[in-house]
């Protein structure tokens, strides 16, 4: 066999001045248009970026995300939106599964946190870590499809998934110790749903989730096969990337509960939505739990036509 000639290459000077002064918005909108008018550059766009990402890796090992400060109060450090950022392009070029211990690792660092009232802008900044855990899970789950469905785990891929699970049921223990709702449900439930379902619990009912008011009426309708649908729907892409939900998963569901009493009943949503079919089908366990619940103290529940 003829052994393949080395191949040369360099950017053009002019090139590189371009990319040395574009502005960072600049850089992006060239090149979703390279890799939107040439597909084929993908695989590059992406194998370049792992190669990146694999020579940097030791800047990471040990980011400290989370200080207390001197009087007291704790807060995330600037290095907490760079691993973030990191993690997002780890699973976005086909390096989830090393991007496991870097969840872990923000996780049990944000466990030992002791936040106040005041501090509602830390929890939505840690509440977005929730997402990030959400894609990588699903970015895992998306490697284990074969043509037969789907295989198990091998040792070495459950080893790492084992320890996040570790991680954020201890953080989850840490967090409702000190009497603070914990904002990495929907990563729980993720990783329990895929490495050992048999921890897996059911909703709590709430009546906070129950709207003041029966569901609204949007008279507007169109029919598709057979079925008619209102005109108006609410979209849930905003729970994938790259804007995956960054919120807790109690004020999802309440916004659910808000969309529903104005008559928005009607949700659009995918598998490659983040979690937004297990969110949805949470929501509506919930609401009957609660509905049962509400019933069980309250009587029968009157029903308006």
Known sequence: MTPSKPKAGHVNMMADTNIANLPIEGLRAVM???????????????????????????????????????????????????????????????LCYQAIPLLQSIVEQVSQMKLSSDQSAIVDEIAGVDGDIIQAITAVQKTLFVETGSRQLSETERQPLEALLKALMASKSAWETNAQPFVLERGLEATIDLVNPSLATAPVASTELLSEKPPGVISETFEMAGIQLPRLFSGLWQLSSPAWGIAPRSRIMQQFSKHVGSGLTAFDMADHYGDAEILFVSYLIWIISSLILTQSILGPIPVCK
Do not use: H
């Open 32 to 94: 979703r248009g390279i890799l939107a008018n040439r597909p084929d550059c993908t695989p590059i766009f992406e194998e370049q970026t792992r190669n990146y990402l694999e020579e940097t890796a030791s800047k990471f090992s040990d980011v400290v995300v989370v200080e207390q400060t001197v009087d007291g109060p704790f807060q995330t450090t600037p290095s907490f939106q760079q691993l973030r950022k990191r993690i997002c392009c780890m699973v976005g070029c086909g």
